[in-house]
């Protein structure tokens, strides 16, 4: 049933994912990686405090486990709490040092809550998973939180188009509050891509900015 409920979350199917995950559980209450795995479907859902009680349960069944604090952690980012979310993550990565995506969520933890460990996180993230996309982009926007906007654009350039990686150093210098320079970014991600209609949107949203 779990192997059954794995596959169709896989396809998009959550409901029947969920029903799966349930049966699994209901043959086997000791069973951390059912729990583990509907309460992700909760996260996936849009309910991510439905599947607290789940990935608790994971937790306990399994202290040794990554993968499980590494879920409480995805749920309460979604829930908007990073610091509790931020402490889950840790909790992974020392437990698994070379699991990826524990150290990746660290990072992007870091960055947003401004801790100045973000880049070493980042710079670890980075090289147990060089290939990864997400990995960069969050090495990006910890390099652009530091005020290192040229090492920013190397990381965005390092992992999509050149119009991708005009966009995003955009939406770093509006966070900046850098309007200028976003403008800039924006119409250089609009002339390389004139598809990119977003890029467009927030050309006009940072001039209007800046000229306010």
Known sequence: HRAV????????????????????IELDRRDPAAYDGRARLWRDFGFAGQGLGDAYRAAYLAPGSAEAANTLGTLFEAMGDLRRARTFFARAAALDPSAAYAVTNLCHADTMLGRREALAQCSRAVAL???????????GLAYAAAGAFDLAQQEFSAVGSQAVAAYNLGIVFMAAARLPEAAEAFREAWLSDPTMAIAAQRLWQARAASAR
């Open 5 to 24: 409920a794995l596959e169709y979350r896989r396809l998009g199917v959550l409901d029947t994912a969920h029903q799966h995950f349930t049966r699994a």
């Open 129 to 139: 998973a060089p290939g990864s996309s997400v990995a960069r982009n969050n090495m």
